[in-house]
């Protein structure tokens, strides 16, 4: 396999990254540490980067020095495709995609489609980033600071600083070696998780006052509706942990939080303590919403249009049936 994406990157002139839209800072970290990869272990080739939707600021210090969007080549002789289940959510890019001959798809989420002409998945990785680290090590490509900074970056974001469901024993190994890098760790976990604005506070407590109970507590929502940002002049950055409230509370076995990003444009993510399949649920239900949808089984997400309330009640049906066979148990053994 890393022999395949070696000469399909040495077989490339002009290389294009695509990741999904409106990015969160996974997508984003893959998508500048792969191109700083292959410009940093591979001679004379073009890479270009393509995110469809809005970047928001929290994330600019990814963003610094690089170039997201130029204008396009008329063709391209590779893609990369990161942490996207399926071709479709790399939005307007999709056209540019579709007329790429070679196609190599990495991904962290089980409901990836494998829609790539090598396909590299790995449901048991807690992000994309952490996948990435893996195929370049094994590559034996050259690594330096700002490659390290941002995979890690990419790491703990998506893992909620190391807090999720999805880290295992590699991802801990991963970190550690990144670590053995140049840059400020610290500074990053201050600033994604010790940087709360005023705006997000409002948010967080106007969530909790909507947080609802399905099955007792096993099954746990949170709304923010659209009016609530302009009202507290926040942004779609600042509802990122949020969820957490919900499926941390004892007895809750998937949690979902309900985001109106615009007038009857819903985003919900969802999370599970791993006895339901939350990717499962989110492609089913972004599907069958008119939207799309999925990820891994304890982390995931889908958009679709409605009324919060009505998405909300479709997400309740899908998820109820799940709950039926759970047995309560409180006992947490370590």
């Not at 999805?166 to 990144?178: F, N, Y």
């Not at 507290?232 to 509802?239: P, R, Y």
């Amino acid at each position: 396999m890393n022999e395949s994406i070696i000469n399909s990157i040495n077989g490339a002139k002009k290389i294009a990254i695509f990741s999904h839209i409106n990015p969160d800072a996974d997508a984003l970290c893959s998508s500048f540490a792969l191109k700083n990869i292959i410009n940093n272990n591979f001679d004379y080739k073009s890479v270009d980067v393509f995110i469809d939707g809005e970047i928001g600021a929290l994330y600019a210090p990814i963003l610094r020095n690089e170039v997201v969007n130029p204008e396009p080549y008329s063709s391209y002789d590779l893609a990369f495709v990161l942490d996207c289940p399926n071709t479709a959510r790399t939005g307007k890019y999709e056209e540019i995609l579709n007329n790429i001959p070679n196609i190599i798809n990495i991904d962290h989420h089980d409901t990836n489609e494998r829609f790539g002409t090598i396909n590299i998945v790995s449901a048991k990785a807690s992000s994309t980033c952490e996948v990435l680290y893996i195929i370049a090590k094994a590559s034996n490509f050259e690594f330096n600071n700002m490659i390290a900074k941002e995979l890690y970056q990419g790491i703990i974001t998506d893992t909620n600083c190391f807090t999720s469901r999805t880290i295992t024993k590699r991802t801990h190994q991963v970190a550690s070696e990144l670590l053995t890098f140049k840059f400020d760790s610290d500074a990053i976990k201050e600033y994604y998780f010790k940087n709360n604005s005023v705006g997000k506070m409002k948010l967080l407590s106007k969530a909790l006052q909507s947080l609802k109970f399905y099955k007792g507590e096993r099954f746990t929502t949170m709304r923010i509706p659209n009016e609530l940002f302009s009202k507290f002049d926040a942004s779609f950055e600042d509802t990122l942990g949020i969820i957490d409230n919900g499926i941390n509370i004892s007895g809750t076995e998937v949690s979902a939080i309900l985001i109106e990003r615009e007038p009857n444009k819903i985003y919900a993510s969802l999370r599970s303590k791993g006895r339901v399949d939350v990717g499962e649920i989110a492609k089913e239900v972004g599907s069958r919403l008119g939207g799309s949808g999925g990820g891994s089984a304890n982390i995931a997400a889908f958009q679709a249009e409605g009324v919060l309330k009505e998405v909300e009640s479709a997400l309740a049906e899908s998820v109820s049936p799940k709950l039926e066979d759970i047995e309560n148990d409180d006992e947490i053994i370590f």
